[in-house]
T-cell receptor
Framework: AQRVTQPEKLLSVFKGAPVELKCNYSYSGSPELFWYVQYSRQRLQLLLRHISRESIKGFTADLNKGETSFHLKKPFAQEEDSAMYYCALEGSYNQGGKLIFGQGTELSVKP | DAGITQSPRYKITETGRQVTLMCHQTWSHSYMFWYRQDLGHGLRLIYYSAAADITDKGEVPDGYVVSRSKTENFPLTLESATRSQTSVYFC?????????FGEGSRLTVL
């Protein structure tokens, strides 16, 4: 079964502290993984995808196939990072952008 | 303007009534999706469509009906609304894993 698990519903940190949002997946094939973000009063939008290997807004995520994880990290959190973060898995071949989302983690960055 | 739009943005209805949520995209994406967002469950896929006249069930399709007569439109109908269908509904489109989401439709079923 294809599944994405985000174990933390809420993560609260202080500004300048490191952040790690956890994501674990279950998938038998070669996964495509994404992080989406939803800022307050804004649409859900793509933050990054593992195949691009980019750093977006200071965030990075490394796919660890051995641990089936795709944790999102940022060395120094900013208040504007406060948002809802969703990890997502693109499942079966030839299903376009059909994504399976995790439960989401709300990140709160305090001043 | 190019983009993806949903209507209505807010809807209150009563148990047993039929409700249709509209979704329109201007990118000509082949794939369109309907998700519902609930606390503790994240985003769950209701239905998706690979092209006009091609639809398929997602994770939680019961109680919902979709159609796609035109590429740009993907309406979602609740044939007989129940309280458990109170949720925020998101439409999305995209062909490559990067999905573009609408602003959401907040539905309350009394």
């Amino acid at each position: 079964a294809q599944r994405v698990t985000q174990p933390e519903k809420l993560l609260s940190v202080f500004k300048g502290a490191p952040v790690e949002l956890k994501c674990n997946y279950s998938y038998s094939g070669s996964p495509e993984l994404f992080w989406y973000v939803q800022y307050s009063r804004q649409r859900l939008q793509l933050l990054l995808r593992h195949i691009s290997r980019e750093s977006i807004k200071g965030f990075t995520a490394d796919l660890n196939k051995g641990e089936t994880s795709f944790h999102l990290k940022k060395p120094f959190a900013q208040e504007e990072d406060s948002a809802m973060y969703y990890c997502a898995l693109e499942g079966s071949y030839n299903q376009g952008g059909k994504l399976i989302f995790g439960q989401g983690t709300e990140l709160s960055v305090k001043p | 303007d190019a983009g993806i739009t949903q209507s209505p943005r807010y809807k209150i209805t009563e148990t047993g009534r039929q409700v249709t949520l509209m979704c329109h995209q201007t990118w000509s994406h082949s794939y369109m999706f309907w998700y519902r967002q609930d606390l503790g469950h994240g985003l769950r896929l209701i239905y998706y469509s690979a092209a006009a006249d091609i639809t398929d069930k997602g994770e939680v399709p019961d109680g919902y009906v979709v159609s796609r007569s035109k590429t740009e439109n993907f309406p979602l109908t609740l044939e007989s609304a129940t309280r458990s269908q109170t949720s925020v509904y998101f439409c999305a489109s995209g062909d490559t894993g990067e999905l573009f989401f609408g602003e959401g439709s907040r539905l309350t079923v009394l």
